[in-house]
T-cell receptor
């Protein structure tokens, strides 16, 4: 049972445009969510997080939106840059356990 | 601040052989995690330590996998004997989590294991 799903394995966006990466979850016990970025041959790098008490969190070009009723979150990157090309993982956890459950990732390609 | 260190970066072994991976977490981080990432999938937690105690090892195949974190700092993950399906990247992560609240985990570069 996959509790965190990223249904788009890949996404291609032009430089300067908005990238929107989506993530759905099924476990209503999750109360915080994170996005990680991963380059080839490197470990995942923390990007941004959001607690379930919020519906939006912004950090520079990156914004995460959380829709608890739909059990859906999205990562917006504006404007997209070629250096953003990477695999993006959505992860979810509960404050009582710390264990993270990851999605399968979305490969973002930002083209010139 | 130094990040999470892992070694080796790459390892190739034959099935039924044994292998060990080492992780040094970020200084001061109480909690350490080992994840297995199979190609095309997200990382899956194998074991979580808080200091030198095990918090969660429910997904660790204990018939062949073992892990320890002596003195609450470095950790080793061992596979004995290895199977073909153990081919994956083994990621170590650490965090300041001490039992409650949200947690940001910081990952090392991983060890890519190939079992032939």
């Amino acid at each position: 049972d996959q509790q965190v799903k990223q249904n788009s394995p890949s996404l291609s966006v032009q430089e300067g445009r908005i990238s929107i990466l989506n993530c759905d979850y099924t476990n209503s016990m999750f109360d915080y969510f994170l996005w990680y970025k991963k380059y080839p041959a490197e470990g995942p790098t923390f990007l941004i997080s959001i607690s379930s008490i919020k519906d939006k969190n912004e950090d520079g070009r990156f914004t995460v939106f959380l829709n608890k009723s739909a059990k859906h979150l999205s990562l917006h990157i504006v404007p997209s840059q070629p250096g953003d090309s990477a695999v993006y993982f959505c992860a979810a956890g509960t404050g009582t356990a710390s264990k993270l459950t990851f999605g399968t990732g979305t490969r973002l390609q930002v083209t010139l | 601040e130094a990040g999470v260190a892992q070694s080796p970066r790459y390892k190739i072994i034959e099935k039924r052989q044994s292998v060990a991976f080492w992780c040094n977490p970020i200084s001061g981080h109480a909690t350490l995690y080992w994840y297995q990432q199979i190609l095309g999938q997200g990382p899956k937690l194998l074991i979580q330590f808080q200091n030198n105690g095990v918090v969660d090892d429910s997904q660790l195949p204990k018939d062949r996998f073992s892990a320890e974190r002596l003195k609450g700092v470095d950790s080793t993950l061992k596979i004995q004997p290895a199977k073909l399906e153990d081919s994956a990247v083994y990621l170590c992560a650490s965090s300041t989590w001490t039992g409650a609240g949200s947690d940001t985990q910081y990952f090392g570069p991983g060890t890519r294991l190939t079992v032939l």
